[in-house]
């Protein structure tokens, strides 16, 4: 009995061991950054649904649930690290969630409040919010887009 649990827990510790510096896969790491911008997507999809439809009390609910999902997701691409010492995608990635994060907890709830105001006249500061919006989400899409493009030439088998 001793000697098999002291077998199992060489083996363990070897296993581990090996384990430790071992290179990550591109396709796994790409996978697993494009499962989180998806998941940021959704967010986009259902604000604008609520946006559009005028149901302020809805669009507060997403932006509530899409502040709280950031953060998750800003922690699960820190926690993936680099890519065998490259950094690239994942900064880019990370700097288009600040980006999201900004809007969501700055610009959006400025714009709803506005909104369930004033409903039938654009004012400035709402024209204001919506560029700052727009340009994010542009800023998001083509930085992560460049280090996707950049790393899938670099990693490409």
């Given at each position: 009995m001793i000697k098999t649990v002291l077998?199992?827990?060489a083996i363990f510790t070897l296993v581990s061991?090996?384990?430790c510096g071992?290179?990550?896969d591109p396709v796994e790491y790409n996978n697993a950054i494009i499962t989180?911008?998806?998941?940021s997507e959704k967010h986009v999809t259902d604000m604008n649904r609520a946006m559009n439809a005028a149901d302020y009390n809805k669009a507060e609910e997403v932006r509530i649930i899409w502040e709280k999902s950031i953060h998750e997701d800003i922690?699960?691409?820190?926690?993936?690290?680099d890519f065998n010492g490259d950094d690239g995608f994942q900064k880019a990635v990370?700097?288009?969630l600040n980006g999201y994060k900004k809007i969501v907890t700055e610009d959006y709830p400025k714009l709803i409040a506005i909104r369930k105001e004033n409903q039938l006249v654009e004012t400035d500061e709402e024209a204001g919010l919506l560029s700052n919006i727009n340009k994010a989400f542009e800023n998001m899409a083509r930085?992560?887009?460049?280090?996707?493009d950049k790393?899938?030439?670099s990693y490409a088998k």
């Open positions: 077998a199992s827990i061991l090996s384990s071992s290179k990550k989180v911008i998806n998941g922690k699960k691409v820190e926690d993936l690290g990370l700097n288009g930085g992560v887009n460049e280090a996707s790393f899938e030439k």
